[in-house]
Nanobody, 115 residues
Framework: QVQLVESGGGLVQPGGSLRLSCAAS????????GTWYRQAPGKQRDLVAS???????SYANSVKGRFTISRDGAKNTMYLQMNSLKPEDTAHYYC?????????WGQGTQVTVSS
């Protein structure tokens, strides 16, 4: 069973930066699409950014130009670099790895943007 463990969340002031990490128990991101989702209290879980097995990336409009998704195959880790953070970025951020037949989730990490 693949495990995904997120880290890097915390409290940051508006305009600040954080880098989230998603460490996998195996080389999952070479065969699965890696995606970051987020969910704020009382709201649905939304896609933030994705990276395919070929390295193509896509972003939600709300984070384009501010967030960057990447991965390190040698470390079996996916990242989300978040810059120019806004209060509306406050949410629980989840890591996901998905193929045609399997779908794995991490437990998430909290990001709070507040002064």
């Amino acid at each position: 069973q693949v495990q995904l463990v997120e880290s890097g969340g915390g409290l940051v002031q508006p305009g600040g930066s954080l880098r989230l990490s998603c460490a996998a128990s195996g080389s999952i991101f070479s065969t699965h699409v890696g995606t970051w989702y987020r969910q704020a209290p009382g709201k649905q879980r939304d896609l933030v950014a994705s990276i395919t097995v070929f390295g193509s990336t896509s972003y939600a409009n709300s984070v384009k130009g501010r967030f960057t998704i990447s991965r390190d195959g040698a470390k079996n880790t996916m990242y989300l670099q978040m810059n120019s953070l806004k209060p509306e970025d406050t949410a629980h951020y989840y890591c996901n790895a998905r193929s045609g037949v399997t779908n794995y989730w991490g437990q998430g990490t909290q990001v709070t943007v507040s002064s």
